[in-house]
């Protein structure tokens, strides 16, 4: 099984200013990666698939990068309606998805 | 606006069967989707627990295989789960999503909080 491990687990941050958690995987996931937005009571949002391409309707804002283990989601000036917890997901090796613990990025 | 609503008893009683369904608005669940459940224990990570797609095709989860069974029912646009001989391990939020074919979830449910407990 890959393990996906998220860092940090909680990224405080003022609106306005730049958010960048991390994902890595323990083994290559190429770019079979995915990333999601979620507010508690909500349903998660699909924000990023293949690494690197925002979903439909997903702001500039948000960005991903990386390939193989490492990878990264960017939110460039956070907005408040931002403030939720990111997972990311690899989808490698069907049906073995897994997904990472969770960044919360909360209010400085 | 396509949406998924999962249903079901939000208490269970330990060596019971959990049931839920999930509702898929506004998308034919005949098309050519998987349509999973998940699942995230309290404190703990989102995990897999099956896939189903409209002609009845399953992968379960090799740790809940023995104690899943996913069906759909393609004239009420609904897909199910029954997970039997519950414990408190259980208790989790339980999320339906639209996998899409590249393999990500396109659209998720709100989750249904179900407790294991006597």
Not at chain 1, 74 to 101: M, R
Not at chain 2, 13 to 24: A, F, G, I, R
Not at chain 2, 77 to 106: H, M
Request: proline fraction near 6%.
């Amino acid at each position: 099984e890959i393990v996906m491990t998220q860092s940090p687990a909680t990224l405080s941050v003022s609106p306005g200013e730049r958010a960048t958690l991390s994902c890595r995987a323990s083994q290559s996931v190429s770019s079979n990666l995915a990333w999601y937005q979620h507010k508690p009571g909500q349903a998660p949002r699909l924000l990023i698939y293949g690494a690197s391409t925002r979903a439909t309707s997903i702001p500039a804002r948000f960005s991903g990068s990386g390939s193989g283990t490492e990878f990264t989601l960017t939110i460039s000036s956070l907005q408040s309606e931002d403030f939720a917890i990111y997972y990311c997901q690899q989808y490698n090796e069907w049906p073995l998805f897994t997904f990472g613990p969770g960044t919360k990025v909360d209010i400085k | 606006q396509v949406q998924l609503q999962e249903s079901g008893p939000g208490l269970v009683k330990p060596s019971d069967t959990l049931s839920l369904t999930c509702t898929v608005s506004s998308y034919s669940i005949s098309n050519n989707n998987w349509w999973g459940w998940m699942r995230q224990p309290p404190g703990k990570r989102l995990e897999w627990v099956g896939y189903i797609r409209s002609g009845g095709s399953t992968t379960y989860n090799p740790s809940l295989e023995s104690r899943v069974t996913m069906s759909v029912d393609t004239s009420k646009n609904q897909f199910s789960l029954k997970l039997s001989s519950v414990t408190a391990v259980d208790t989790a939020i339980y999320y339906c999503a639209r996998k899409e074919p590249g393999n990500w979830f396109g659209l998720w449910g709100q989750g249904t909080l179900v407790t294991v407990s006597s």
